[in-house]
T-cell receptor
Framework: GAGVSQSPSNKVTEKGKDVELRCDPISGHTALYWYRQSLGQGLEFLIYFQGNSAPDKSGLPSDRFSAERTGGSVSTLTIQRTQQEDSAVYLC??????????FGSGTRLTVV | QQQVKQSPQSLIVQKGGISIINCAYENTAFDYFPWYQQFPGKGPALLIAIRPDVSEKKEGRFTISFNKSAKQFSLHIMDSQPGDSATYFCAAFSGATNKLIFGTGTLLAVQP
């Protein structure tokens, strides 16, 4: 596609449930990033994939969070045993270089 | 640790006025400084960017001023329009980590 696609656009889940968020990056973009945006806050870095290199997981807030990227393309962010503080907009971005970060529209996660 | 500090948190400007948003950083390893514009329900989109070997960059009504010695940079929006009403994020990129670090954002409202 022409842009970064994220699904679902909205997700409401019960506390304690697991959720999976999907990101389809722009074709040919080797780098993929996940960020979290809480209400009224900036963008918090979560994880970074670059080609076949080991991902930079330094931003993941707890071991309940994990992500994978299959075939150098689609990425899935998984949150296990969701908590209310996990409620936020999860943004995915892909890039070919530092000048070309393209963000998706995000997944708004609400944990009730 | 807030590596990129952004101010003000919110800003109200009259149509035709100048909007000014300021950012400061500590890490001298940062070597690329973009600004992103975000409308409600959308992901951030790259607006304009500057490298530290340049003191000013202008694109249309948008100008970045960069002060390397003070480790500060700012976004100026000339002739502000209601359509400029959005949240603006400054960011800094380090080639060593390949990550964009974002400021906390400024909510700009341009009144007609």
């Amino acid at each position: 596609g022409a842009g970064v696609s994220q699904s679902p656009s909205n997700k409401v889940t019960e506390k304690g449930k697991d959720v999976e968020l999907r990101c389809d990056p722009i074709s040919g973009h080797t780098a993929l990033y996940w960020y979290r945006q809480s209400l009224g806050q900036g963008l918090e870095f979560l994880i970074y994939f670059q080609g076949n290199s080991a991902p930079d997981k330094s931003g993941l807030p707890s071991d309940r969070f994990s992500a994978e990227r299959t075939g150098g393309s689609v990425s899935t962010l998984t949150i296990q045993r969701t908590q209310q503080e996990d409620s936020a907009v999860y943004l995915c971005a892909s890039s070919r270089n530092r000048d070309g970060y393209t963000f998706g529209s995000g997944t708004r996660l609400t944990v009730v | 640790q807030q590596q990129v500090k952004q101010s003000p948190q919110s800003l109200i400007v009259q149509k035709g006025g100048i909007s000014i948003i300021n950012c400061a950083y500590e890490n001298t390893a940062f070597d690329y400084f973009p600004w992103y514009q975000q409308f409600p329900g959308k992901g951030p989109a790259l607006l304009i960017a500057i490298r530290p070997d340049v003191s000013e960059k202008k694109e249309g009504r948008f100008t970045i001023s960069f002060n390397k010695s003070a480790k500060q940079f700012s976004l100026h929006i000339m002739d502000s329009q209601p359509g400029d009403s959005a949240t603006y994020f400054c960011a800094a990129f380090s080639g060593a980590t390949n990550k964009l670090i974002f400021g906390t954002g400024t909510l700009l409202a341009v009144q007609p």
